[in-house]
């Protein structure tokens, strides 16, 4: 399927809060290593924005509480029949793991990022408009210009205190996105519309096209239905849903 671009809408806070944070973690892993200051810029507003989500909400509860789920989901599993136990054990000593970590985590998550102060200086000037220019944070114009081999050490140690949540969060968002086999689909003039069963309820929807397709998606919807209208980009101008019959791989993910 690597000649497919994907779409995916979070049918509940908890899924729209770890696409985000995979998002954002995924900005600092492609920037970071990169030795301009301007990559580093960009990988400092990544982590900038990771250490806000965490100040928002106490997300590690709702992590265990997931992890949690998923491992009893999967406890039940195991007693079906004609089960791939070997795969279905790897997972759950996955999931195993992560509790663990995520468990001996202290206090809340990012706390000790939360009360950086250097880091804390550049998260609130960047609510201003150029507000961490040269002039405005010194401070940091002195980091950013530091050897790259110092400044990978001190974002490599930011970034440490996030990795347990990282790889949970992963690992969550791995098992929803394979928790159902995608099916074809058509959209009859750009919209396409379905009602979720609510005994097996969704927590995600994925859209699948060929890069070569022309057309974006625009999935709207909560845990009873979800629709998608097939819009074409205009250069100038409001997209515009598409006339003809629009064919898809949709996957409901449920689990």
Not at 1 to 13: C, G, K, Q, S
Not at 15 to 32: A, G, K, P, S, Y
Not at 86 to 104: C, M, P, S, W
Request: net charge negative; proline share 5%.
């Amino acid at each position: 399927m690597a000649d497919l671009i994907h779409f995916e809408h979070p049918l509940n806070e908890r899924i729209r809060t770890f696409l985000r944070l995979e998002h954002l973690f995924m900005q600092v892993d492609h920037f970071r290593p990169l030795a301009d200051p301007w990559s580093n810029r960009a990988a400092i507003e990544g982590l900038l924005s990771i250490i806000s989500i965490f100040s928002r909400s106490d997300l590690k509860t709702e992590i265990l509480k997931e992890l949690e789920r998923h491992t009893g989901n999967l406890e039940r599993v195991r007693q079906q029949p004609g089960v791939d136990m070997q795969a279905l054990g790897q997972v759950l000593d996955d999931l195993e793991q992560a509790i663990h970590q995520v468990y001996r985590l202290d206090g809340q998550i990012a706390r000790r990022l939360r009360s950086n102060e250097f880091l804390n200086t550049i998260l609130q000037r960047s609510s201003i408009p150029g507000g961490n220019c040269n002039f405005d944070l010194p401070q940091y114009h002195y980091w950013l210009n530091q050897p790259h081999e110092i400044r990978q050490t001190q974002m490599s140690d930011w970034m440490q205190e996030l990795h347990p949540v990282r790889e949970a969060v992963v690992l969550l968002l791995n098992l929803v996105r394979n928790s159902n086999l995608p099916s074809q689909e058509q959209a009859p003039q750009g919209l396409f519309q379905r009602t979720l069963d609510s005994s097996a309820p969704a927590q995600m929807v994925r859209v699948s096209l060929p890069r070569s397709e022309t057309v974006f998606t625009e999935i709207s919807g909560n845990k009873h239905r979800f629709s998608v209208r097939f819009l074409e980009s205009i250069d100038a101008g409001r997209p515009i849903q598409a006339t003809r019959d629009v064919d898809f791989l949709l996957t409901a993910c449920i689990f």
